[in-house]
């Protein structure tokens, strides 16, 4: 099955730096790369996703860029604030034959952390 | 806002117990999910449903976990008997797409301490 890995597992960075979280996948045959923000004791909610026929998106201070060659989907986080302190999830949708699901594999999470 | 909603919020049982979990997605989502997820982790699918059908419950332990969705609306998973390992954040989940991608709208999950 699909193995999708986060790095770093924690991320400090200051108040309006910007953050970076990588995402690696294994299946080639995934297609869709969203990514989930759950702060502490609440749901997680979707914040931005992509599709393999596109290589990046925007979406006001987040974005996310995608290398299929290389497998891997990325996080951009611009002009960070304290808001943004969370777990972030990376998902890939493998390709699994004969469901037409969205069948999700998620990553562990990565905490950011915004130092005001 | 219509939104996703789990009961109980919190559960604890102590083991060889059994525990259910109830789920209410949102109307007119076909697609509903139980999730998994165990403090410091991301969410493992236990089972999928597309309207009362179960599509995918390769990850969940049959021998003690069981989920249905009945009239294709809302959910119970239940857990019984239930062991210390199974102590977790349940995450119910729904989508209106069918065509392998699409957003899930999870609800406030339910958490289970067993003892």
């Known amino acids: 099955g699909e193995n999708v890995e986060q790095h770093p597992s924690t991320l400090s960075v200051q108040e309006g730096d910007s953050a970076v979280i990588k995402c690696t996948y294994s299946d080639s045959a995934s297609n869709y790369f969203p990514w989930y923000k759950q702060e502490l004791g609440k749901r997680p909610q979707l914040i931005i996703d992509i599709r393999s026929n596109v290589g990046e998106k925007k979406d006001q201070r987040i974005a996310v860029t995608l290398n299929k060659t290389a497998k891997h989907f990325s996080l951009h986080i611009t002009e960070t604030q304290p808001e943004d302190s969370a777990v972030y999830f990376c998902a890939a949708s493998p390709r699994v034959m004969g469901y037409g699901n969205n069948r999700l594999a998620f990553g562990k999470g990565n905490q950011v952390v915004v130092i005001p | ?115």
Do not use: N
Request: proline fraction near 4%; include cysteine.
């Open chain 2, 1 to 115: 806002e219509a939104e996703v909603a789990q009961s109980p919020r919190y559960k604890i049982t102590e083991k060889s117990q059994a525990v259910a979990f109830w789920c209410d997605p949102i109307s007119g989502h076909a697609t509903l999910y139980w999730y998994r997820q165990i403090l410091g982790q991301g969410p493992e699918l236990l089972v999928q449903f597309q309207d009362e059908s179960v599509v995918d419950d390769s990850q969940l332990p049959k021998d003690r976990f069981s989920a249905e969705r009945l009239k294709g609306v809302d959910s119970t998973l239940k857990i019984q008997p239930a062991e210390l390992g199974d102590s977790a954040m349940y995450l119910c989940a729904s989508s209106s797409g069918t065509s392998g991608t699409g957003e899930l709208f999870f609800g406030e999950g339910s958490r289970l301490t067993v003892l």
